[in-house]
């Protein structure tokens, strides 16, 4: 056997490339040398000053985990590896004047919790201290990173804690009266090794290990076997990580911050994170280490001079006192600022994405650490995307598929001001997007009472069950101390676009006093919060909520009108009146996909003659009602058909139960019965008892699967009849009045193709005669919803009678699941998303699996007999990214989801084309 | 054209044969003889003495429709034909001393209503009418035929309505004081004659035709005509006949049964079509004509000696008044008898089934008039299917087709006792089988009160409506005056297997007066009456029930052995408790199909522990409830497999929401709001309103699509637990008894492949543990329902987790068509099926294109995993013979239904297996 175990970083891509026969990809790189040996390899070929390292492979730990030997040849090319790494700087491991410190990193082809993380200053012992000591020429140093050293090894790679030592650290600060760690005295720290020396001995019966090959050797072990450590393998189980991947190991010269004031270390952006705003971005501090930025003792100085100037000027610091205490890294070490501009572009343009960069700069010697793509904002996502392509770094296709369709959604929600102040108090996990702001409530009721009166409620509980759902829909916002994103209260606040924070562990809720405390203070109802579901922050007092203008979001309007360029498959909006079809319009709908006409069924004019309408018990009674219905419903259809000049408007006929616009059931109930004892011979009481009469003998165990949609339609004879007259000669009118007119009658639930004949024949019918009164003849489609399992399966008998489908998967996913929406979330979905029993909630995205397969079942039966059928949805998940992906591989036309989501549709359709490739 | 328009019946068949290329059988010879002349074919060629006669083809008549003419060289063949039965008998067509009268009857493939039925005595005028008198020696005849031709030549031919000849005749009748036709004097009859033909001259402005040709001319364009006839083609628009098949025309030589006493005419069984009992079995009139026998004012005389005997004694007639008034044909024309008693085996031989024929004889010469396959009662079919095939007429798989399945049904239902006496007071139409007797209510919502006290009732009502569902169900059977056999009274009385007769226009039902009347008999409510479902007969007062002996009719064991032998589908019975099972095994069936173990939920002893598992807010009182509960389901379920001794048991896991085991909620809020009034400090109040907010809690919109199945195995935990438990704990002491168990246990509602894995691995643990306990192990058998239309769409996930599917086809209709059927039949469905918006119930017939090809679906996925996979079908349709046909088609191993369809399911299985072929 003669494999490469271990690769020089320098080298990995080349060697890695000749033996695959292709340059690698970073996908192929991790899989061979991990994510950060990756990286190493990426960034030394990109052409930054790396410290020089070495990887050893995954494949050498596979091997370690089968035999538990490393395999033949791996320390001997380790061993090589290290000699180059000696070579290049003329330092030596574990002797000599220039000794050699490496650490060792664990670095799987997924970051994973639970996988030993990196011991640092190998290849210490007294005699390399000393001359560490003599070659930086600070003797103090050479002793912290000895007690570093000894910490990090017994604790990692020995399993024996590192609260014994911080324990005797802290009794030594204590003793020398002192707070930090770098206030210690030279000879405390010298007593501080001895005494760690000797736990160590004490507790393993042998001296720490003073061969820096033994510690080595050692710590590369460590490594592999943290593979297999309980909470990596129980990380794997859960997230369906293979087992048998394996973990690389990293072997990494020493760099320091920390010799002076020519050494720093810090982090940067390449673009502004927060905006895109394209400079470099980020913070430094002279003569620390990494961990000192983290810790946030010592305020961090700016990179950038521009920076450092807005800085002091936002934070009141003198001119004087920003030069003299926090001068920029340009100012600092000008040489050293250009170098790291200039690689920090070149990173970028490299990675063709926007950077985070860590690098130490020791003494005057610039290295970066690790460079990744950034994360960032909303708003930075798709500026840098659009920057980047139109920097000619990215194409437009590249930026289009850079951007989270729900990215963009979150761009369209109001969030805080973000020039307003705002005291922070707590900070949970991010579980629904948004900001928002009312008072502290801790009861499902209370919310609901308090939320009628008009007051915003942000309600407050340990956690949420399914008891609190109706408490959460009238709320504007949900925090909860317990969960985490896939709890109740998130998934939800996010199925109904609620922000929401969960696992807000700092608060204690206690809901006997109605309260939460943080430490000292103390939050009772009634006292008014902000939390932003975007960060997971919450705040005391109301911060001032901003609404994003989409016509001003310069960038999102070029991403989205390159995603228009691209895409194949339409958006519309669903939308019942005029201001929400202008709405989607403004959103750049092409037409409206629904038109829900129960909206005039609930206008108070018409009121009195739905209810006629629908107790009628003779046709004439019934006739008269309609009569009086048919202006209201007429100006509704107008009033779109205004708004959408030139695109299509798909009617939607009467879709719900009658029962819907009466008084409910149990209601009327309690008040006969109660009428019935206090007020027995009331007229009040006849009249109930009629109007109770009528409702049950309307009731239905199972509304939803009840007399509705087209079964209303021809179970009241004359109802659909006057939709459809009130819009055609919605139509005409509009026509006449040189609006340009494109309307669409769909029937819905249709489940037998003759439902679909009968009803399509009556209302064909009424649109001629309509036509033919009004002298204009106006083209007009006839359609069906497929939301009844029976239409998809038998859509090549309905397809003939059909110019169009839309797919009603809210409906269908009800039926094919077998779940009823106004049940299901409350009693068991939620807990089934929870356990896992479902991947997620089938109403949230679409069931590809299941309902996908009758939607291609249907499309496949219906297109063979009917080409031209035109095929949409419009359900809800016609605004979900994943389902507006499956719409466009099964070959829809178009998608339909609410003028809110009309963007994010946009974007997701491109999305869709350039992922699945052109069609036709 | 040299085409053949014209075939004698004695030839048709041979010639057809040389242009077909091969014997034609039926099916071909009406489609171009139609039914008549086809059958007057076959009757020679079985070799029957039938006058002789020839058709002309239906290919003429199309010809005539399309040209107004008839083809060329029709009308020559015509003569030709008519010569040919010149010859036959030396008579002469009008002319000569003895003139041939013929008769002219339509007969088109199928026979249909609103068609030219015949013209008789056709060839008569003066001068043959004087011949005839001659040749047959009277003269009253010859008139009484020539009256007779004048008539129904004025009424089919001309469309001069025969209500005018008939007044004319009832006038004379009155002027010479008699009643019947045949008192009438010579003298009157030739006056009538005259003033007949006077009529006709005074219509149409000239003399009735004396030419027979003319008379045969314009007869049979008459016969062509009608097949345009209004009422011909409506009933073909209606039935789907299309309109370019034609009608033949039949000629046919009069034979004359009223020439004396040595003529007569008679209409006879070849078996009995009441019983099946294998003796010539019929009637006759001694110098009668046909029509003399319906009109029943002679007694007819009984063919067969015995037959005659037994009537005298049934009617107290002595055997001397018998001998001298009512002798049997056998006694009065023994030669004759005996002819026609061969000439009836003949036939019956010939035609393979029993005979229903009609004879005349003419001065001592027998002339078969017609025969086909007689109609017969439900036992009469059985015992003669297999009668026949004992004879070796037929193959026993010949006997399984012939027996409709619901025959089985019909003679396992209570019918009226035979013997008893009972008042015919109405029929109507027979609309859902069975026989009830009950009080007479007029009023749904009274029928329930009725009912509740114990009564039964029969519902009355002028028709129904949706509103009187429940009154209907709670009924032991339905009368309507009006409405059809698709009436809303019909199919829901079908559907619930309620006695039923409908349109029965012969009452006047009064609502208000709460009564209904036949002519003077008043029938008010509470008044006993007695309805015959199967006949449509209504009856005065109670007659008593009888219930058919499953063990002892022997004839419909044979044929269901004989079943048993072909069928390759097994069946099933669905039973819930011991007495069920032991049933299911009586009526054959082979194992438990679906055991709803729900049954125990209500059992009183247990109810309270029910209650409190359902309640249970912790676990732990849910486990002590469910503790208690154990024993009786345990013992439920013993009893089941003490039945099925060394038959699979199939328990179906909890399957209804868990609310439909506490007391209703609107009945709680009414109790609930009446006391807060009357007693808001009570106890019970507060009680009350603890079960109210409960069961208020666990309120569904939609209870048929929520928290049921699976979905509450999941989330109660330990109750499916419990249930397993119980089940194993039973199988395992049977087993220790020496009882064979083949336990299987079914999850019911799996919509996910993730439900099926967590339970199936839940209780196969429990199984395990108990059979540990036990000691003992039984093999055990884990499954699904496949009921939600998603399982089946993804069989192939769920597949590898089950052993065995059962389609849930009740739930899967629900489901695929989003009907409730808790509400679809009353609010819409059954108007549906009425206006044949749907063409059946889909909860009674499978509906196989849509549910249909969702099975197909599931069965190709799943079978493609997993080819072991055990199927069948445990909803209602597993006892419908068309859906079982589609069941064996698809691969179904076996169906389950009710313990009395399983003898009707053996036998559609049977079909099944004989009608597709059998499989494998």
């Known amino acids: 056997m003669n494999e490469q175990w271990v690769f020089l970083s320098r080298e990995a ?85 220039n000794p050699l410190l490496v650490s060792v990193r664990s670095g799987a082809r997924k970051s994973m919790p639970g996988m030993m993380d990196s011991v640092l200053n190998l290849g210490l012992n007294d005699q390399t201290r000393a001359a560490i000591a003599e070659m930086y020429d600070n003797e103090w140093f050479s002793y912290d990173a000895y007690r570093r050293l ?80 309980e909470r990596a393998v129980i990380y794997r189980e859960h997230k369906g990580i293979p087992h048998d991947w394996g973990t690389a190991v990293n072997v990494c010269m020493m760099v320091f911050g920390n010799l002076g004031n020519t050494s720093a270390t810090g982090v940067a952006f390449s673009r502004s994170p927060a905006t895109g705003n394209p400079k470099l971005y980020g913070e430094f501090l002279i003569n620390a280490q990494g961990e000192d930025v983290v810790a946030g003792i010592r305020t961090p100085q700016k990179i950038t001079l521009v920076a450092s100037r807005q800085w002091a000027a936002e934070n009141d610091v003198s001119e004087e006192e920003r030069q003299a205490k ?90 805080f001001d973000p020039d307003a102040k705002r005291e922070k108090i707590a900070k949970g996990l991010n579980a629904s997007p948004g900001a928002a702001v009312g008072i502290a409530v801790f009861d499902a009721k209370r919310a609901k009472t308090v939320a009628v009166d008009g007051e915003d409620v942000i309600l407050v509980r340990p956690e949420t069950s399914p008891e609190d759902m109706g408490g959460m829909l009238v709320s504007k916002g949900v925090l909860t101390q317990k969960g985490g994103a896939t709890s109740h209260a998130a998934v939800v606040a996010r199925g109904n676009n609620i922000p929401c924070v969960t696992g807000c562990e700092e608060i204690a809720v206690d809901i006997n006093r109605m309260q939460f405390t943080i430490g000292d203070l103390v939050i009772k109802e009634g006292d008014t919060i902000s939390i932003n579901g975007f960060t997971g922050e919450i705040f005391l007092g109301a911060v001032p909520l901003v609404q994003a203008k989409y016509e001003e979001q310069t960038d999102l309007l070029t991403l989205l009108s390159w995603a228009d360029e691209v895409r194949q498959i339409g958006v519309r909006a669903n939308a019942d009146i005029g201001v929400d079809a202008e709405r989607a319009i403004a959103f750049g709908a092409e037409g409206i996909g629904l038109c829900r006409t129960e909206h005039m069924f609930f206008d108070p004019r018409a009121r009195d003659a739905v209810v006629r309408m629908i107790l009628a018990k003779e046709q004439s009674v019934r006739d008269a009602a309609l009569e009086e219905m048919l202006p209201f419903q007429e100006q509704d259809f107008e009033d779109l058909f205004d708004a959408m000049d030139g695109k299509p408007v798909i009617m939607r006929l009467i879709d719900p ?42 009731w239905e165990v199972n509304p939803m699967m009840g007399l509705r949609g087209c079964r209303a339609g021809i179970m009241y004879p004359g109802l659909t009849e006057m939709q459809t007259r009130a819009y055609t000669l919605a139509a005409c009118r509009c026509a006449k009045r040189g609006i340009d007119v494109h309307p669409e009658v769909m029937i819905p639930l249709v489940g037998h193709v003759n439902e679909l004949k009968l009803e399509r024949a009556k209302l064909e019918r009424v649109a001629k005669e309509v036509m033919a009164e009004e002298g204009i003849q106006v083209p007009m489609l006839f359609g069906t919803m497929i939301e009844v399992p029976r239409a998809a399966l038998t859509s090549d008998e309905i397809a003939p009678y059909a110019q169009f489908f839309s797919f009603g998967t809210n409906d269908l996913t009800q039926m094919t699941y077998g779940y009823s929406r106004d049940d299901a979330e409350g009693k068991f979905l939620l807990k089934y998303v929870e356990t896992g029993i479902l991947p997620e909630n089938p109403f949230q995205a679409l069931d590809q699996i299941g309902v996908g397969k009758l939607m291609r079942l249907c499309i496949d039966q219906a297109k063979a007999v009917n080409p031209d059928l035109e095929l949409g949805i419009c359900g809800e998940h016609g605004g979900d990214p994943a389902s507006i992906d499956f719409c466009y591989r099964v070959g829809l036309d178009y998608v339909s989801c609410s003028p809110f989501r009309v963007p994010v549709a946009r974007l997701a359709a491109a999305q869709a084309t350039l992922r699945n490739g052109r069609r036709r």
């Open 13 to 97: 891509k080349g060697i890695y490339a000749k033996r695959l026969g292709h340059e690698p990809d970073l996908t192929e790189m991790k899989i061979l040398f991990g994510g950060k040996g990756a990286g190493l390899a990426e960034m030394m070929a990109a052409g930054a000053p790396v410290p020089p390292s070495f990887t050893i492979t995954t494949e050498a730990c596979v091997h370690y985990m089968k035999t538990g030997d490393f395999p033949e040849g791996m320390w001997e090319q380790t061993l090589a590896a290290l000699h180059e790494l000696e070579v290049q700087f003329g330092r030596t491991f574990g002797k000599g004047l």
């Open 150 to 229: 000894i910490t990090m090894f017994s604790d990692v790679v020995m399993d024996f804690k590192r609260t014994h030592f911080e324990h005797k650290l802290k009794l030594l600060k204590q003793k020398e009266g002192v707070r930090g760690d770098t206030e210690i005295s030279l000879q405390g720290l010298k007593t501080l090794v001895d005494e760690y020396k000797a736990m160590y001995r004490e507790h393993f019966g042998e001296d720490f290990p003073a061969d820096p090959y033994k510690q080595l050797e050692m710590s590369i072990k460590a490594v592999f076997n943290s593979w297999n450590g």
């Open 657 to 698: 139960p009658m029962h819907e616009f009466l008084p409910p059931y149990h209601e009327l109930l309690e008040e006969v019965v109660k009428l019935r004892i206090t007020a027995p011979d009331s007229g009040e009481l006849k009249e109930k008892e009629i109007l109770l009469e009528a409702v049950s003998g309307m």
């Open 326 to 415: 926090f001068p920029s890294l340009e100012e600092v070490l000008p040489e050293t600022y250009q170098q790291f501009a200039v690689i920090a572009r070149q990173m970028e343009t490299h990675y063709r994405d926007m950077q985070d960069m860590e690098f130490t700069i020791e003494n005057g010697v610039l290295w970066m650490l690790q460079t990744r793509d950034g994360e960032r904002t909303a708003l930075a996502a798709v500026k840098t995307a659009v920057d980047l392509a139109k920097e000619g770094l990215i194409t437009k296709e590249e930026a289009i598929l850079r951007i989270e369709p729900e990215l963009v959604d979150m761009l369209l929600r109001p969030t």
